[in-house]
């Protein structure tokens, strides 16, 4: 298959950030993490403006209201996403965590967790999805590619904006976290068939997605229950 070049460009740098985020630690991706929920604080205004534009759209064509409704962004659902932020601080680093053990024969062994490197999440209309994949992926030590639903492209665009910024301010190498701004079909189809760039692709919403996903897919899939 042959790949645009926004999207190998998107490979490279998220590649690169990849092998740094691997030794940086829990405490400086916690303190990203953290500036990253008062990122969204100082920035609800523009993030509720873009979102204003997605919802209108929405209608506009005429979407389920359900739809409409997890796709549209509050004040309140703002600082819900601020403090699930925080809540990622708390979790326990999964980096360098390990067993060990001897074998009869005196031989000791180590197993240790390590980051996947990147990771490509896909997702439907709910903006929130874009800050959740976000913070997991980098507590993690991994740089996440994001390509959520056109719905959502404006909320996302912002989302991605503001959190990678806050991020790379507080020592998180450029090209951690990325979005695909373009929306059609054929970039979603390379980025799953990216190996040797992306490591593991996770799609989240309806069946129809995670399916289409699981079968298409040359990269490696985890998949996950799902959504309504």
Request: aromatic share 4%.
């Amino acid at each position: 298959m042959e790949f645009s070049t926004e999207l190998l460009a998107m490979g490279q740098r998220a590649r690169n950030a990849a092998r740094k985020l691997a030794y940086i630690s829990t405490a400086v991706k916690n303190q990203a993490l953290l500036a990253m929920a008062d990122a969204l604080l100082a920035h609800e205004e523009e993030i509720l403006e873009a979102n204003k534009k997605d919802v209108e759209g929405a209608i506009a064509r005429g979407t389920r209201k359900a739809l409409v409704g997890r796709l549209t962004l509050t004040s309140e659902k703002i600082q819900e996403m601020s403090e699930a932020l925080k809540e990622v601080v708390n979790l326990a680093d999964p980096v360098g965590e390990g067993e060990f053990w001897t074998r009869p024969n005196g031989l000791r062994i180590q197993r240790t967790r390590v980051p996947l490197g990147v990771i490509a999440m896909i997702y439907e209309a709910r903006p929130n999805v874009t800050v959740d994949a976000a913070a997991l992926c980098l507590k993690s030590g991994n740089a996440v590619i994001l390509r959520g639903g056109s719905e959502a492209i404006e909320s996302n665009k912002v989302l991605s904006r503001v959190i990678s910024q806050a991020a790379v301010n507080e020592g998180m190498p450029e090209g951690s976290i990325q979005l695909l701004e373009n929306t059609d079909r054929q970039y979603a189809q390379q980025l799953m068939k990216m190996n040797g760039y992306v490591d593991a692709i996770i799609p989240r919403g309806g069946a129809g997605l995670i399916q289409t996903v699981v079968r298409e897919s040359t990269v490696p899939v985890i998949e996950t229950g799902a959504g309504l």
